[in-house]
């Protein structure tokens, strides 16, 4: 694992590392090679990213290894961080780009957070529904079982393009704009990838649970 940083701290200047922003200590790191810098990176993402990556897989062993390959990319990576851009989105497009390496090699998926009603007239959910929390913990009941293998499913049916769009919006809360930008496409091409992959998933969930 990657030592933390105490989170007291202190630069010559008398600042705490935590007051700092994303921005300011990996430049920090990469101009100085001061390693608590970029430790307090990893401290400040570390449950988020790792939460992000278990939803994402649905295991966590496979979570904990992107996360530590996503952290070792941003390590030797940094000389190419623009600093003119924020560090998340960034580390974001990092991570799912490990997440995609590691669906390929252990065909394994996950839970999409989408809020558009699914199942039937007597049963609607939503597929945010069966990620909500903050820990990674089984579902309890068996049809939240159930619900949850169809949904991993229906997720894994889609094609990577539309699947990646619906992973930075709904999961990571970028804009369209951003997610567009992320991965090199117009506004418009992003926004058709999530509409014909929601109206997919509705289509494909319409009668679960």
């Known amino acids: ?7 007291t701290t202190t630069l010559t200047t008398g600042c705490r590392w935590t007051d700092w922003t994303d921005e300011e200590l990996l430049l920090e790191y990469r101009c100085t090679g001061i390693r608590e810098a970029f430790d307090t990176l990893v401290h400040r993402y570390e449950r988020e990213l790792f939460n992000y990556l ?4 649905g295991h966590a062993a496979n979570a904990e ?27 974001y497009k990092i991570a799912t780009n490990k997440a995609i390496d590691c669906q390929r090699a252990t065909k394994r998926f996950a839970v999409v957070s989408i809020d558009a009603p699914m ?3 007597s049963n609607t959910y939503t597929i945010a529904d069966t990620v ?12 939240d079982r159930e619900i949850a293998c169809k949904v991993r499913e229906a997720v ?21 704009r951003e997610a567009a930008e992320e991965v090199g496409v117009h ?15 509705n289509f494909m969930l319409k009668n679960v649970g």
């Open 65 to 91: 290894d992107v996360f530590q390959k996503t952290f070792l990319t941003v390590l030797k990576e940094c000389g190419k961080f623009d600093a003119s851009r924020e560090f998340r989105p960034w580390l």
């Open 54 to 57: 278990y939803r994402y897989l």
């Open 132 to 143: 909500e929390g903050n820990e990674p913990e089984p579902f309890g009941d068996p049809m």
């Open 156 to 176: 894994a049916s889609l094609p990577e393009q539309m699947r990646q769009a619906v992973y930075m919006v709904y999961f990571q809360g970028m804009t369209y």
């Open 119 to 121: 199942g039937s007239e």
């Open 187 to 201: 506004f418009m091409t992003l926004t058709a990838r999530l509409k014909h992959a929601i109206s997919k998933l």
């Open 1 to 7: 694992m990657f030592r933390i940083a105490d989170e």
